[in-house]
């Protein structure tokens, strides 16, 4: 999984629930393992919303995420 060590205040991270700290085991029915396996299955995505695995405190959870374009 991903180590989420920065979340952006206002970003749609944020909006969806991440935080600091968790890790980002999923996206949809795929797992991740790099950064840009998440990033390249995000771009593909944009506008749509995105279920994220996330595992917090040890206990697994997911949160839904609209992708946006980085500009």
């Known amino acids: ?5 920065q979340v952006n205040p206002g970003s749609p991270a944020e ?3 991440v935080r600091v700290g ?12 790099s950064t840009k396996e998440l990033i390249d ?3 593909d995505q944009i506008g749509s919303d ?3 695995g996330l595992t917090r405190d040890g206990t697994s959870t997911t949160t839904s ?3 946006e ?3």
Do not use: H, Q, W
């Open 50 to 52: 995105v279920t994220l």
């Open 41 to 43: 299955g995000l771009a």
């Open 69 to 71: 374009s980085m500009r």
């Open 1 to 5: 999984g991903l180590y989420v060590m």
């Open 15 to 17: 909006r969806g629930g």
């Open 65 to 67: 995420v609209k992708v």
């Open 22 to 33: 968790d890790t980002i085991t999923g996206m949809g029915s795929s797992s991740v393992s």
